[in-house]
C-alpha cells in the first residue's frame, strides 16, 4: 500500500518560514519524480516544485527565490523548505509521487498539511 505523510504545516507570520516533509512508503522512491502541489480556498491546485530522480528541479514562478525542494533517498523523504512566507502561500500542501515513465501529473497523493500564513 502506497502511502505519503506529510509533516511540518503550521500557522506562522508572513516572513517567517516552515519545513514540509514527505515520508513515503510502498513505493521505490528513487524511482519516482516528487513534487509539492498546493491549493487554497477556491482556487485549483497548482505546482509548487518538482523534483526529478536526477534531482533538477523547477518551480513556479511565484515561489522561485523562496522555497526550495529538495529529497533524501535514503530515507524515502522529500522536503520543501519555504523561506519569506506571505499570506498568500496559505493553502494546503500536497506531497504527489510520479513513477518515471509515467503519463500522469501525479500518480500517488498524500493527505495534505496546511499551511496559514498570517499578516
Known amino acids: 500500500q502506497v502511502q505519503l505523510v506529510e509533516s511540518g504545516g503550521g500557522l506562522v507570520q508572513a516572513g517567517g518560514s516552515l519545513r514540509l516533509s514527505c515520508a513515503a512508503s510502498g513505493i521505490i522512491f528513487r524511482f519516482n519524480n516528487m513534487g509539492w502541489y498546493r491549493q487554497a480556498p477556491g482556487k485549483q491546485r497548482e505546482l509548487v516544485a518538482r523534483?526529478?530522480?536526477?534531482?533538477?528541479?523547477n518551480y513556479a514562478a511565484s515561489v522561485k527565490g523562496r522555497f526550495t525542494i529538495s529529497r533524501d533517498n535514503t530515507k524515502n523523504t522529500v522536503f520543501l523548505q519555504m523561506n519569506s512566507l506571505k499570506p498568500e502561500d496559505t493553502a494546503v500542501y500536497y506531497c504527489a509521487a510520479v513513477s518515471v515513465g509515467s503519463v500522469s501529473a501525479a500518480d500517488y497523493w498524500g493527505q495534505g498539511t496546511q499551511v496559514t500564513v498570517s499578516s
Open positions: 523534483i526529478t530522480i536526477g534531482g533538477s528541479t
